[in-house]
């Protein structure tokens, strides 16, 4: 498939074939529409994608994004709280949203007879939320029970504590949901000012996936959105830059009485602009992304140590990470740290097998195309893809650059990243006192 010509290149108004079945237009006013016809299902899936995430706020409204998006659904000009949630029940469908750290995507699925619904709710939600005073009392609340929650969750806080760490310095580093602190002193005045400032035309991407027409759907945002689409504004390019990060190594602790002895292990990667990134995936799957993985036949199959462990990988847009995860009885900590230091020592001295590596990019290719069969997926990549990048990728092309990875592009990587036997983070959420307290083993993965 030929290079197609970026998004926020696009002239306004007008609108371009990408493949078989997608296209996007750009209107007025800087909003990307991206659309995929989907053969077969009788569902479409709307989403609206918004470029701001928990690394756009100042430290003083640190969480606004994620509270913003729970604040939208609490009643618009036009819609209350409550009719929101009946006219998508009354239809069967879903309407949610979540936060991530570069993004906030609100969604609706629905059959594909109830799309101007859809496409109605959207972006009602998003663009006409009253914000008032009131909701954002009932929703403070509910934001700190999450928080609550989540440092309930032992996982859940040992990923925040190593992307804290492994992150150190950079608004990555902070947590989508903010801090108890933060979002106890924020005030709806604040919260009304960066839904004002951030939610705005060219920071969007409108994606719709199923059985739709691209023509239907332009029409159909035109009839929302009136007279915001207006004026010369254009889209905003994909994120890009280099991120300011001096991973110091470290080990952390967060003393916590569980039955289990949690740790996470890694270090930082290249972004998700760099094209060692499917050598990176292919990597991640190798080392800890299914049962054949080497992690997981070493730790939970040959030696029994730990019922989960996985390796994962997060792209963004001016750095990333790759992370190791066990969850142990506390007294094998010292075990499971042996192998973790012996399986990274080695990968990153000989690399995988052609065999490893093979498996890996079978991984990959089937979970690529399994995972895109429902319309929500589909939305969802092609959503994401323009706003990352400005420009589409088909599976096919997909497919063929996973393929295209060679095991000696993944040895030269695992051998960058691996050099010194070891990660720079670690982390360990588990019955202990002091760092003291942890077996020497864990300390020397930390090289």
């Not at 913003?68 to 929101?84: D, P, V, W, Y």
């Not at 792209?315 to 969850?327: H, K, M």
Request: with cysteine.
């Amino acid at each position: 498939m030929r290079r197609q010509t970026p998004g926020y290149e696009q002239p306004i108004g007008s609108t371009r074939t990408l493949d078989e079945g997608v296209k996007r237009t750009v209107l007025p006013g800087g909003l990307r529409v991206i659309t995929e016809h989907v053969p077969g299902v009788r569902s479409a899936t709307v989403g609206l994608w918004v470029g701001v995430g928990s690394r756009d706020e100042p430290i003083s409204v640190a969480g606004a994004a994620h509270y913003l998006e729970h604040l939208l659904f609490k009643g618009t000009t036009n819609r209350g709280a409550t009719q929101i949630a009946e006219e998508i029940d009354a239809v069967g469908g879903e309407f949610n949203a979540f936060t991530a750290k570069e993004h906030t995507c609100y969604y609706a699925q629905v059959l594909d007879e109830d799309l101007p619904l859809a496409m109605d709710l959207v972006t009602d939600v998003v663009f006409e939320a009253l914000c008032a005073d009131s909701d954002v009392e009932t929703e403070r609340s509910v934001v700190l029970e999450e928080i609550a929650m989540r440092d309930d969750d032992p996982e859940d806080l040992l990923h925040e504590t190593f992307a804290e760490n492994v992150l150190s310095g950079h608004s990555l580093a902070r947590p989508v949901l903010g801090t108890e602190a933060s979002i106890t002193g924020m005030s709806a005045t604040a919260l009304r000012g960066f839904y004002r400032r951030r939610y705005r035309l060219p920071r969007m991407v409108l994606a719709v996936a199923g059985n739709i027409d691209h023509g239907r759907v332009i029409r159909l945002a035109r009839k929302a959105l009136r007279a915001r689409l207006s004026g010369s504004d254009t889209p905003l390019p994909p994120r890009r830059g280099t991120a300011r990060i001096r991973t110091e190594r470290r080990l952390v602790l967060h003393t916590d009485d569980t039955e289990q002895a949690h740790v996470m292990v890694g270090l930082r990667t290249p972004s998700r602009h760099d094209e060692r990134r499917y050598a990176l995936s292919v990597l991640n799957a190798a080392l800890g992304g299914g049962m054949s993985s080497r992690l997981f036949q070493e730790i939970r199959e040959k030696r029994g140590l730990a019922y989960q462990v996985y390796s994962s990988v997060a792209n963004y847009a001016d750095t990333g990470y790759l992370s190791v995860y066990a969850g142990c009885q506390p007294d094998r900590l010292g075990e499971v740290a042996g192998v973790l230091r012996d399986v990274l020592g080695q990968v990153g001295k000989e690399g995988f097998t052609d065999a490893e590596v093979a498996r890996a990019k079978g991984q990959l290719r089937g979970g690529l195309v399994l995972g895109l069969e429902d319309t929500a997926s589909r939305m969802s990549r092609i959503g994401k893809q323009e706003l990352n990048y400005g420009l589409y990728e088909g599976v096919d092309q997909t497919v063929a650059r996973i393929d295209a990875v060679t095991a000696d592009e993944v040895y030269d990587l695992a051998r960058g990243l691996f050099r010194s036997a070891g990660v720079s983070v670690g982390a360990v959420v588990g019955p202990y006192a002091h760092n003291d307290d942890l077996p020497d083993d864990l300390h020397e993965v930390i090289a």
